[in-house]
Every structure is written in structure tokens, then in C-alpha cells.
């Protein structure tokens, strides 16, 4: 599907009717549905038979045990990953095999476990680097710095500007990416998916190896993005209180099944869930 | 003092994202540019531009070129004499074939044929990654010098196997040919690496150079991300190529006059441009320039010294010169690895905060 194509696709699936939050936000009809994934390496299945869906405008948490297949799952969803089986509906539409940068372009944004910041440049040439789909000046027009390269180049770095302010990182716009620390450059990335304006943004532990001052300032973060631009968030995370803070809905993975998918509260009171992080044998 | 952005307010993003963000730094870019064009041609020696600027301006060409590729793509190349030989090869059958054709133009197709010859050899890119992919362009080094010495077409059947540029004027000024003064060759070299510069800095600062770049830094991130690696690999190929190949149009057009392939364009000079952007600094085009003027200038300045100065053997010298200038190559790499262009950042950072300590 190109770019133009998703142009006219409706945005939800206006079939199922969305439901209110604890807090009150209205969540919307499905963005994306995945029917029965199963992945397989060779050998190695690492994710069986799993099946949920995402809703417009709700944090989405995956959690499980290390090696259930969390990231694999949202390497499926980013295009990184094809699965065997299954199938996976996006906006109502079948999304057929395609490369990732595709997949960003259809919509779909988002950071890495491990930092993948492009070390080499800017904190504001990253988060432009986000926001390139936005950029459609020609080659020529950039070689000449003529017409549209150069308007373009002032209007989206006024859309990066707005992230840089949201996200409180003005100081360090100009500074290269490697000389930053740790919690920062996880927020840079944060920013540099931000600036694609994406329709589902997917967070792979966001808070991995921060101290609760970062993790805090974490959260605020990936929930004022939730509200203040209605961004669906799809995130993993190892920090059970802060999964149970954040989330509207929780699917739990464990050895590439689902074993739960619901409230945190629905979740938290799942036996297998329990069995699964306290650890039963597994006949 | 001078050297300050302090009061030196920003109100547009267009100006906040200019070249020359620091007014003392843009002064002196203009300073620099009149100088170039309306003092040095009237100063200019035989002696003085055949030795050291017109050689200077030519591989600052190429050395921007193959920046592009090595330092804002990430893709190492060795062939960058081969490509530099596609360019004075097919100045050479441009010329010969349409004589009526204005000699800049033939230059600048030429370096539009060595675009399309580069994104040729670029496509194995698209699979190998690093040192493999350099000994692939060594594949392109040898199989296009073995080409243009050994298919009598690329050199129009000559006796001696070498091509030789005829005469061509620009507005009634003879440009190339041993009868060509030193001040129009030299325009002739200036107008082209302003204007190279300037296409390789516009083009550096935007979404291309950007895409090039996060291919570089983390290139399955910059897939994620959006960037089409095929197009981000072959344009900085293109590009590259295209630099490179009007390097070795003037190289051949306006400074040599005549060349033999394997011997002007030998992987001699894949490597000495391979140097100069070392030593001057990846990923930047003040280094291009730079490591330049490091390997072209340096030689001659020694020469200068223990020759004419010293009174030493001529050939003596010249060994040593190779011995100084591969210890000064080594010397500029421990000291700062990131070359010459990272010295003058920090000279710079250390300038603004002059004289005062904090």
C-alpha cells in the first residue's frame, strides 16, 4: 500500500466501539489487529498463535518474563520481522510483506531496547531524521538549496522545535548525540519518533536502566504524548509498577504465547500470569 | 574577542541553520572567496600553480567526493582513481567526438558518466558492508584501468595508448592545452570547486545528507526509521562518483593535458585520496579541503626547505619527504583521529571562550 493509498483507507475500524478508561479517556475503535502471529527462527518459535488488538488512543503494555518474545512481537509490528503465519490488519486492511522503512512511512514509529540514536550527528539532525517522510523537496531542489529544500527544511525543524520544547531537551539541540548521558539520549529517541507524527508509537523499554527520577519524568512524558497528541502507544516494559501506572490494556507473554491480555487489574489477578512470573514448572 | 555568538541573535530558522552561523567566521568566508578570485589569479606564478593550487583545487574535488561516501554514507571505496579515469576518459571521447561542445559542459558530463559508472559498482553495497565492500571497489579500481589501457576505443586508437586533451577555449579564453595561462586554469579550477563545495554542503545539510548519515551511524535504525537504504546507498554512490569524476576531468582536461591510465590513475591515487580525507577529517567539508592542502601542500613545502633552503641532494629529499610526510600522517592521527577538521572545532570551542579560562 503506498503512501497515497493510506491516504483514503479510513482511519478506524468503525465496526467496534471503543470503551472509557479508569481515568475517563474515551479509547477509540481498533487501529491494529494481529491474528494469530506465529514466528519461527529456524527451529526456535518465538511467538506462537498470538492474537490482540490495538485501539486508537490507548497505552497498550506487552510484558513478560525476559525471552517471551515482547520484542520480537513489536519487530513483527514494525516490519523488521515477517511472521510464518497469521496475519496482521492494519487501519481494516490486510498489511502485506514489506520492508520496514515501508511500514514507517505507513504510519509507525518507534525506539529500541538498545539505544539506536545515529551517534554521529545532532540531537536536531536525529529528530529531523524522524521526521524526513514529512520532506518531499527533489534532489535537485536540495542540491541548489532552492524552493522547496529550504522551506521545508525551516518548517519541519519549527515541528521538531515544538518536540524539543515538549520533550525539555532546548540545551541540548546542537549537541552531538554521543556526548549526551544515558536517560537523555533515551529521550532523544522518544523525540525522534515523535517527530514522524506517527499513528501507533512503539516503545521498547522505554525505561530500561534509568533511576526513578528518569523513569519518572519517563512517564509523564509517554502520557502527556498520549494525551496531548492522542498517539497510540504500544510499550514493553520490565518496571511492573510503572506498566500498571501507564496502561490502559496488557497482553503478558510467556514463552511466545499469550497468557494474559487485559486491564492491569484483569491481569494482575491471572493465575497464569503469576505462575508465570513467580515460576511454576512448565510441563 | 571577536570570536563570539554572543549578541549575535538568531530570529529565523533559516539563519539559526546557516553555514557560517558566527558572523567573524562569515566575514572571513567572503574575505577568503574575494581573495580567491580577485587578488591570487594576478599573483599567480607558472611555477607556483602548477606545483601546488591548480593540484590543490583539483583534489579538493575529489576529496569532497569520496567524503561523501566515506564520510557522510559510511561506505568505504578504493576506487576512487579508476572513477577519477572514467571522468578524464570520457572528457576525453566527449571532446574529441563533439569539438563544438562548451568545454565546461563536457566537464560537468563527464562527471555525470562517472555518476552512472559509480552507481554501477555501488550495488554491491547494497550487500557487503565495510572492509568487504572496499576490496569490491578495488574490483572497479583494476577492471576500468584494464579497460581504458586495453580497448583502443577509449583512447581512439592511439599509438601510444595515452589520450590527449586537444585545445578548447571558455569565452574565447584557450582553458586547456599546454598553451593555457595559469590565471584561466586556475579560474577554471576555482569556479568549479566553489561551486562543488557549495553543491556538496547543500546537499550535506539536508534530508540526503541526513539519510546518508543514518545509513552511516546505524543503518537497520535508519531503515526503521524510514530510510530507504537502496537510495540512500546509491545516491551517496552518484553523488560521489560524480565529484570524483569532474576531479579527474580537470585532473586531466586542464592539468595534465595527456594520461595514460595506469599510470594517472593508478590505486596510487585511490589511496592519496583516501588519505586526504582522513587526515583532514570524515564527514566534513572543511576537512575535504583540509587534507588537501595536507598532502598536496606539504610535499612541496619540504621541498622548498631541504632543496632550496638546505641545499640537500634532490633525491635525497625526496626520500626523506616521503619518510616526514608518512611520520606527520601518523603524528595527525594520534593526535587527533578524527582529523584535521576536529582540531579546528576544538580550536574553535577553545577561541570563544578566549581569553578567558571558563
Not at chain 1, 252 to 268: A, C, F, N, Q, R
Amino acid at each position: 500500500m503506498t503512501v497515497e493509498q493510506r491516504e483514503q483507507v479510513p482511519m478506524l475500524d468503525t465496526q467496534t466501539e471503543g470503551y472509557v478508561t479508569a481515568d475517563g479517556r474515551q479509547i477509540g475503535g481498533v487501529v491494529m489487529e494481529l491474528k494469530n502471529i506465529t514466528l519461527r527462527f529456524g527451529g526456535v518459535v518465538a511467538i506462537k498463535d498470538i492474537s490482540f488488538d490495538i485501539r486508537h488512543g490507548e497505552i497498550r503494555a506487552i510484558i513478560g518474563p525476559n525471552g517471551a518474545g515482547k520484542s520480537s512481537m513489536l519487530n513483527v509490528i514494525s516490519g523488521f520481522y515477517n511472521p510464518q503465519e497469521g496475519e496482521l490488519i492494519y487501519k481494516g486492511y490486510k498489511r502485506p510483506q514489506m520492508r520496514p522503512y515501508k511500514v514507517s512511512r505507513m504510519g509507525i514509529a518507534r525506539t529500541f531496547q538498545n539505544i539506536a540514536l545515529f551517534e554521529g550527528m545532532s540531537v536536531l539532525d536525529n529528530i529531523m531524521t524522524g521526521r524526513m517522510h514529512h520532506m518531499k523537496a527533489g534532489f535537485l531542489s536540495q542540491a541548489f538549496w532552492w524552493g522547496a529544500a529550504a522551506r521545508e527544511e525551516a518548517e519541519n525543524r519549527e515541528a521538531v522545535e515544538k518536540i524539543i520544547d515538549f520533550l525539555e531537551i532546548q540545551a541540548i539541540r546542537k549537541t552531538p548525540v554521543s556526548r549526551l548521558p544515558y536517560g537523555l539520549k533515551k529521550r532523544v529517541e522518544l523525540a525522534r519518533a515523535l517527530a514522524a507524527e506517527p499513528q501507533i508509537l512503539l516503545l521498547d523499554e522505554p525505561m530500561a536502566g534509568m533511576n526513578v527520577e528518569e523513569k519518572e519524568d519517563m512517564s509523564r512524558f509517554i502520557l502527556d504524548v498520549n494525551d496531548e497528541f492522542g498517539t497510540t502507544t504500544v510499550l514493553i516494559e520490565h518496571d511492573m509498577g510503572v506498566v500498571m501506572d501507564l496502561s490502559d490494556r496488557v497482553v503478558v507473554m510467556d514463552y511466545g504465547k499469550k497468557i494474559g491480555d487485559g486491564t492491569p487489574e484483569e491481569v494482575m489477578n491471572n493465575q497464569d500470569v503469576i505462575d508465570a512470573y513467580l515460576g511454576v514448572s512448565h510441563d | 574577542m571577536l570570536y563570539r555568538e554572543a549578541g549575535d541573535f538568531k530570529s529565523t530558522y533559516p539563519s539559526d541553520n546557516q553555514t557560517f552561523p558566527i558572523r567573524f567566521d562569515r566575514y572571513a568566508y567572503w574575505a577568503l572567496i574575494g581573495f580567491a578570485f580577485l587578488v591570487v589569479p594576478f599573483l599567480l606564478t607558472d611555477y607556483w600553480a602548477n606545483s601546488i593550487v591548480i593540484p590543490l583545487l583539483i583534489y579538493v574535488i575529489a576529496a569532497l567526493g569520496l567524503n561523501i561516501l566515506i564520510g557522510y554514507c559510511g561506505q568505504l571505496s578504493l576506487g576512487t582513481g579508476a572513477f577519477m579515469a572514467v571522468g578524464a576518459y570520457a572528457t576525453f571521447k566527449l571532446t574529441t567526438a563533439f569539438p563544438w561542445m562548451p568545454i565546461y559542459i563536457v566537464f560537468i558530463l563527464a562527471g555525470l558518466v562517472t555518476a552512472a559508472v559509480g552507481v554501477l559498482f555501488g550495488l554491491p553495497s547494497l550487500k557487503i558492508k565495510g572492509f568487504y565492500l572496499a576490496v569490491a571497489t578495488l574490483a572497479a579500481q583494476f577492471f576500468l584501468i584494464w579497460l581504458f589501457t586495453r580497448v583502443g576505443w577509449f583512447f581512439n586508437d592511439s599509438a601510444t595508448g595515452m589520450i590527449s586533451m586537444p585545445e578548447r577555449t571558455v569565452f574565447g579564453v584557450l582553458v586547456t592545452g599546454p598553451a593555457a595561462s595559469a590565471m584561466a586554469v586556475y579560474m577554471t579550477c576555482l569556479v568549479f570547486v566553489v561551486g562543488m563545495a557549495w553543491l556538496a554542503r547543500n546537499l550535506t545539510r539536508g534530508t540526503v545528507g541526513r539519510t546518508w548519515m543514518s545509513i552511516r551511524d546505524m543503518d537497520i535504525a535508519a531503515e526503521i526509521i524510514g530510510v530507504n537504504p537502496l537510495i540512500a546507498k546509491l545516491t551517496a554512490f552518484a553523488v560521489s562518483s560524480f565529484f570524483v569524476g569532474v576531479a579527474g576531468a580537470l585532473l586531466f582536461g586542464v592539468y595534465l593535458g595527456a594520461a595514460e591510465a595506469g599510470e594517472a590513475f593508478g590505486i596510487n591515487k585511490s589511496f592519496l585520496v583516501l588519505f586526504m580525507v582522513i587526515i583532514g577529517g570524515l564527514g566534513s567539508i572543511l576537512g575535504s579541503f583540509l587534507g588537501a592542502a595536507f598532502l598536496i601542500v606539504l610535499p612541496v613545502l619540504l621541498k622548498v626547505f631541504l632543496v632550496d633552503a638546505l641545499g640537500w641532494p634532490a633525491d635525497l629529499a625526496r626520500h626523506l619527504e616521503v619518510m616526514i610526510i608518512g611520520a606527520l600522517i601518523v603524528l595527525v592521527l594520534i593526535v587527533e583521529p578524527h582529523g584535521m577538521a576536529a582540531l579546528w572545532r576544538t580550536a574553535k570551542e577553545k577561541l570563544r571562550l578566549w581569553p578567558f579560562p571558563h
